[in-house]
């Protein structure tokens, strides 16, 4: 036989070998398909045709009864042992994970078998010895095992027939058997066994060796990649070796199982060497149909697989402690915008170098953008996946050794009470396992800070702080309403910014003041038996520095913050003194300060330690309190004023003609919310409202406008407060606006609800901007009376502009950026960018209100946690842990039992805006020559242990321990007021407001643009002292109790233009007149 005679020869038994491995597959497959098919026609004929005799017969036969037991023996059997195949292929027994893990094994093993046959070319079919064939054999024996079971145990065989699984059987398991029979090895279709990877994922997750999402999707994407990779170059390796069937094999190649996974490697990755390439026509549709879906596998896969195998293994690591140098913990809402927000805010609290790592526990693994920013503050940041829940985590951040733990809150959650539980249970955590670590917690809902309180190891004197965004933010505009502009002054004053003056501002006056804030320090001992006055106008005058209220420890429950006490009280030993300074350089001159050594100098900036002063400590002192008759009522705590519970019948307004044009000088609060709404606490919005500290004529009414239904929601939790109103309307209508006589209002405020209406942030606030602008284009023109007060204010008035009525508006936004929509300036001015819209007129006028402005105050709680006091003493209007535990009890005041009252807690300073002007001074001295002297300011029940207080209000001046106030009294009536002139700088003013009235300056509400008084007004706080007044500047002031608001202290402009002279009827009555 000749050698093409051989060649031809092989050439046919090559393709009858092939045809028999090939038709034993299909064999297999496509006559279990017809029989499955054949079986359901089958079903389905005999119910068919049992039916229709059912149905011609008429009647219903019934089945023997041993044919029944029978069926029921049969049913049990079957179940009992369907349920018995399910358990092993679940892996939920012992013998499931076994059978689990050797198919696994064997089909690693068979691929492996598979890769060893791959030596020889696959052309060669001659009989021959092979040792793998028979191991071979057994691993298809008991893939066939397997397969029967997984086919039992199938409750749909026509779906479980097409699984990729049973195809892969199909075309691997018969091949094997005739490969037995036959003596003969052909490769063929048996690289399909690589997608048995593709259980791996499923298999891990039986025997939980992968519990984490990331090992999980790990191990999905590598078995994906593996199989893919595997099974294209078994197929290449099939055609290439063995060529196209049409052309009798004549166009085959010999390539390497290697050269063909360095072949699909290659195109893949879009690289291309060309070094291998296939020639067969087979080989080549396939690579074209290939490169499509490998080139996406490969983009998508492979970066994934390495950002879970080395991008975020950084983040299970463990933080290191660096021996000198402290870290803080910051968890809970950690996402792209609240942690840039807290870089931003607490890299703003140090001009200097950054001492203070930040190490970021977030329960989600950063996304790129988060990635990014961190990256750029990678010097003092570290993040780490991981939760304040598991101790583990806890242990990997070292949370003992740090020096604070910061927990931040989702402000935008549509379910505030959820987040506010979430957030608690992490300071519970925290406190079990660390209860020495001080935690500061954001809290959305006030009546949620209750919970914090049970916490047995939760305690204020280790810092443990509570920042409560409805409390602060509904208390700072509720003070707004009082005194205009106070929200933008307490934020630049309490909360610190990076502002840099830019060239072409055309309002310079707003970047006045913006390095003054509140800092903290211990007063010198040099001060004790001197009284507040005498200690403030020193450290104004000597030191440079405004001293707004001092704190003495006391009770079990906190600090009493005396906010510009009276001349009654004096200071001892150990006080702490809150000032308004540019840095803590100038605070310290007051903890040095040494009459001995200082007395003499001039320059404030040459106070500084000394060496003769003394370091004795506290002594105890004895408390003294003081009581009176008072007619108002009050709440049991004496800090608010209290009435039974009104119906809500009562309190609604009726549209009925033009009565509620009986309304003057009051508030007006826009809501929008709904019956489904989350409750925003307009409680928290009342109660700084109706403070102790105003007499009950002071008292304004307040009228809520905004649906019904949810007004009788919060009804309940503020039904104890006096003068409150409720109109069923709607701030979109000019109509209902006018029905609450909105003319004559002090202020009006637009309230948003919780609930989110829209995704996008821009229309967050879609409702609360119509509101404003509708309120804005609402015009009045002013009375006769009101036109004379204008022109006592006006100096340079155009006579022939008209005079109009502008009603103040207090705007709450959600979204700090939708600010450009209300103040048109913002576009249309290119020197403020938009993380600057601070800088703006609308907000440094107080107009605007945004949720993100107290984004900072967990930064200046961190640095000094007595400055969330103070704010929460002036902005929440007397508010006690006394006061929170009955509201968390009862979600109600309880009213006084008895009329005597404590004076103390009454007496308390108030926040104003006082005109400069004489008839505020003639009328000062009036009030406080009738009333005698104030009483202590301060924010608790009883006086504090170190302090006393001698006199009550009906004392008469010549019992006044104090001869200094005997010779102030002389000179205040001697005094001549001319010589109190608005050309005064602010320092004249300063002392003379002090030493004359006992009221306290500390920043100027100044008009934009002179002459017009009707423009918009820029805060100045703290005023150098040589700075210039104008004479429609107003002052921002603090109060005596005896002095009343309504009188000229509460006169700004818009009162001017709207007859705010006006005395304020009795409420009461009014109230009745209205709603007849």
């Known amino acids: 036989m000749t050698n093409t005679e051989f060649s031809e020869d092989r050439t046919h038994c090559t393709k009858y070998v092939q045809l028999a491995f090939i038709i034993s597959s299909l064999s297999v497959f496509l006559g279990g398909l017809f029989l499955i098919l054949a079986a359901r026609v089958a079903k389905y004929a005999y119910g068919f045709i049992s039916e229709c005799i059912r149905r011609t017969k008429g009647t219903h036969t019934h089945n023997p009864p041993w044919l029944s037991r029978k069926k029921q023996i049969s049913i049990r059997w079957k179940g009992a042992f369907l349920e018995l195949v399910e358990m092993m292929l679940s892996a939920q027994t012992a013998v499931g994970r076994v059978l689990v893990i050797l198919v696994f094994l064997l089909s690693i093993g068979s691929l492996i078998i598979y890769f060893i046959n791959c030596a ?89 060796i992968t519990k984490t999402s990331n090992s999980i999707k790990l191990s999905k994407l590598l078995a994906a990649f593996l199989s893919t990779w595997l099974t294209a170059a078994g197929f290449i390796h099939l055609v290439e070796n063995t060529g196209d069937p049409w052309v009798n094999h004549q166009n085959s190649q010999y390539l390497s199982y290697f050269d063909c996974l360095y072949l699909i490697m290659v195109t893949m990755s879009t690289v291309g060497f060309g070094d291998v390439v296939t020639k067969t026509s087979l080989g080549r549709i396939f690579m074209i149909f290939f490169i499509i879906g490998g080139l996406v596998l490969f983009a998508n896969f492979i970066p994934e697989i390495v950002d879970i195998v080395g991008g975020n293994q950084q983040y299970e690591e463990s933080y290191e402690i660096v021996r000198g140098r402290k870290y803080i913990v910051v968890c809970g809402d950690i996402t792209l915008e609240s942690a840039t927000a807290f870089l931003r805010n607490f890299l703003a609290q140090d001009t200097g170098d950054i001492c203070t790592e930040i190490v970021f526990l977030g329960e989600t693994l950063p996304s790129l953008e988060l990635e990014t920013v961190l990256k750029c503050y990678s010097a003092y940041t570290t993040f780490f996946h991981g939760s304040v829940l598991n101790y583990a985590d806890l242990k990997r951040v070292a949370m003992g050794s740090a020096d604070a733990c910061l927990i931040l809150a989702d402000t935008c959650s549509s379910d505030p009470y959820v987040e506010d539980t979430s957030n608690i249970m992490r300071v519970l955590s925290v406190k079990n396992h660390y209860p020495k670590t001080r935690v500061i917690i954001q809290i959305i809902q006030s009546h949620n800070k209750v919970y914090l309180s049970n916490i047995p190891n939760w305690d204020w004197r280790r810092g443990d702080s509570i920042i409560c965004f409805a409390e602060l933010k509904l208390g700072f505009i509720a003070q707004s309403c009082l005194v205009p502009g ?37 007063l010198s001992n040099d001060f004790v038996d001197m009284t507040f006055p005498d200690v403030c106008r020193l450290c104004f005058v000597k030191l440079d520095l405004v001293l707004l209220a001092i704190e003495f420890r006391s009770g079990i429950h906190g600090n009493s913050i005396l906010v510009n006490p009276s001349a009654q009280i004096k200071l001892h030993r150990n006080t702490m003194g809150f000032f308004i300074a540019k840095s803590r350089v100038q605070v ?102 109706r403070a102790s500290n105003f007499t009950y004529q002071e008292l304004k009414d307040i009228v809520f406008v905004g649906s019904l239904e949810y007004m009788k929601r919060e009804w309940k939790f503020i039904q104890n407060f006096p003068k409150l109103l409720l109109f069923p309307g709607s701030a979109l209508a000019c109509g209902d606006l006018k029905a609450v006589n909105i003319r004559c209002c002090t202020m009006c405020t637009i309230l948003s609800s919780n609930l989110r209406a829209s995704t996008n942030p821009t229309l967050v606030d879609t409702e609360s901007i119509l509101a404003t602008l509708n309120i804005r284009s ?29 009603i103040p508006v207090i ?7 939708n600010i450009q929509f209300i103040d048109q300036h913002i576009n249309s001015d290119p020197h403020i960018p938009g993380q600057k819209l601070h800088l703006t007129t609308t907000v440094s006028s107080g107009a605007i209100f945004s949720d993100s402005f107290l984004d900072s105050l967990l930064s200046t709680t961190y640095c000094n946690h007595h400055v969330l006091a103070l704010l929460q003493t002036l902005v929440t209007g007397g508010t006690s842990p006394e006061l929170e535990e009955q509201l968390a009890e009862k979600n109600m005041l309880n009213g006084s039992s008895s009329s005597m009252m404590y004076m103390a807690p009454r007496a308390r300073c108030k926040l104003a805006l006082v005109p400069l002007s004489k008839r505020l001074f003639t009328d000062s001295l009036t009030l406080v020559l009738c009333h005698v002297m104030p009483m202590p300011l301060r924010t608790s029940a009883r006086w504090p242990e170190g302090y006393t207080a001698t006199s009550t209000i009906s004392t008469p001046v010549k019992q006044y321990h104090e001869s200094r106030e005997s010779e102030r009294l002389a000179v205040m009536r001697d005094q001549d007021l001319s010589e ?6 602010f320092g004249d003013i300063y002392c003379k407001a002090l030493d004359l009235f006992g009221i306290l300056c500390f920043g100027i509400y100044r008009l934009v643009e002179e002459p017009n008084p009707y423009n918009p007004r820029c805060v100045i706080a703290r005023p150098a002292s040589n700075f210039k007044m104008l004479p429609t500047d107003l002052l921002f002031c603090v109060v005596p109790f005896s002095t009343s608001t309504t009188s000229a202290l509460s006169v700004c402009e818009e009162d001017l233009s709207t007859g705010g002279h006006q005395s304020q009827t009795d409420s009461s009555g009014q109230q009745q007149e209205v709603r007849r």
């Open 588 to 689: 310290k001159r007051a903890h040095f300060y040494c009459k001995a050594c200082h007395s003499d100098i001039d320059k404030p900036e040459l106070i500084k330690k000394c060496h003769c002063r003394s370091k004795s400590r506290t002594k105890a002192f004895t408390a003294v309190t003081t009581e009176e008759h008072s007619n108002d009522l009050l709440d049991s705590t004496g800090m608010f004023h209290w009435c039974e519970a009104v119906p809500l019948e009562q309190a609604v307004l009726k549209r009925k003609g033009q009565t509620t044009s009986l309304l003057h000088g009051h508030i007006v609060v826009c809501i929008f919310g709904d019956a489904n709404s989350t409750l925003i606490g307009l409680r928290n919005f009342v109660m700084p409202l």
């Open 486 to 522: 106070l929200s933008t002054l307490l934020r630049t004053l309490f909360i610190r910014r990076k502002n840099t003056m830019r060239k072409g501002l055309r309002h310079r006056n707003v970047f006045e003041g913006n390095d003054y804030k509140v800092m903290t320090r211990w």
């Open 811 to 817: 705007t709450e936004l959600k979204a700090t950026s």
């Open 120 to 208: 020889s070319p696959v052309e060669y079919y001659q009989s021959f010895t092979d040792n793998t064939l028979s191991v071979d054999m057994s691993f298809n024996a008991f893939f066939l095992f397997y397969f029967g079971l997984r086919f039992v145990a199938a409750d749909n065989k026509l779906r479980f027939w097409l699984e990729l699984n049973s195809i892969v059987d199909f075309f691997t398991i018969p091949p094997v058997c005739v490969s037995y029979y036959l003596k003969r090895n052909w490769l063929g279709l048996r690289f399909l066994r690589a997608l048995r990877l593709l259980e791996l994922p499923k298999i891990l997750q039986f025997l939980k």
């Open 980 to 985: 109190i002139s608005p050309a005064d700088s």
């Open 778 to 806: 609402m015009q009045f023109k002013c009375s006769s009376t009101s036109r004379e007060a204008v022109g006592r204010v006006r100096t340079l008035e155009n006579e022939s502009e008209p005079s109009y009525k502008r």
